[in-house]
């Protein structure tokens, strides 16, 4: 499992720039890998605009159980574990919404 560390690559988990950086990673890894880990260690929050542009693009590739598997969000506090849950809750909701549409 390879490990990502948001402080190492990012410094931060604020900027849509970050986010991109750390999905850059997490698809390396889950590409080599299958899987990857995610160490939020020395990070006190993750904005939404890091959360969706680090995470929510995976799930045009793979379903929210399929994230839930293959990627684990470590060394994480309440704040950085509600918002990733607010923001792929609110991506499913969106997705349902689209679906029920067509």
């Given at each position: 499992m390879g490990l990502i560390s948001v402080r190492s690559i990012a410094n931060r988990a604020d900027t849509t720039?970050?986010?991109l950086a750390v999905r850059a990673a997490i698809a390396r890894a889950l590409y080599r890998d299958g899987d990857a880990s995610v160490s939020f260690e020395d990070i006190d929050n993750a904005t939404s605009s890091f959360v969706n542009a680090a995470v929510l693009p995976l799930l045009d590739t793979m379903t929210v159980s399929e994230l839930q598997k293959r990627?684990?969000?470590v060394n994480s506090n309440r704040?950085?574990?509600d918002m990733?849950?607010?923001?792929v809750g609110r991506y499913r909701k969106s997705s349902n919404l689209k679906a029920a549409a067509i």
């Open positions: 720039e970050q986010g990627v684990r969000f704040q950085i574990n990733i849950k607010h923001c």
